[in-house]
């Protein structure tokens, strides 16, 4: 059984909404943070958004300019993340990472889902 599993992706227009979810186990979920990054085809993984032990959230670069809403829901070990107003540029793998560093950034994630798949048609 994964560590982190994602879901909530899919095809969509542009000016669509997604909500991805990623299961994590309880190891998982007790790592000092977790967060979501991406992939877009021919390019490397980026950050995100991550939730740290404390509930600190962080956005990264692109996902500042505020279509990107990170949530959890720590009854269930999920970890949400709204994508609003999705964009062609958006089409990439989000993955679900975890990890014991701090900063939380993906250099600190040492656990990875598969990743779930966002196409963004125009």
């Known amino acids: 059984w994964a560590q982190l599993q994602e879901s909530g992706g899919g095809s969509v227009k542009a000016g669509g909404s997604l909500r991805l979810s990623c299961a994590a186990s309880?190891?998982?979920?007790?790592?000092?943070?977790i967060g979501w990054f991406r992939q877009a085809p021919g390019e490397k993984r980026r950050d995100l958004a991550s939730i740290d032990r404390d509930g600190a959230i962080n956005y990264w670069g692109y996902s500042r300019k505020g279509r990107f809403t990170v949530s959890k829901d720590s009854s269930e070990n999920i970890l949400y993340l709204q994508i609003d107003n999705l964009k062609p540029e958006d089409t990439a793998m989000y993955y679900c990472?975890?990890?014991?560093?701090?900063?939380?950034?993906?250099?600190?994630?040492?656990?990875w889902g598969k990743g779930t798949m966002v196409t963004v048609a125009s």
């Open positions: 309880e190891y998982a979920w007790k790592r000092y943070c």
């Open positions: 990472g975890a990890g014991d560093q701090y900063g939380c950034s993906e250099h600190a994630m040492t656990l």
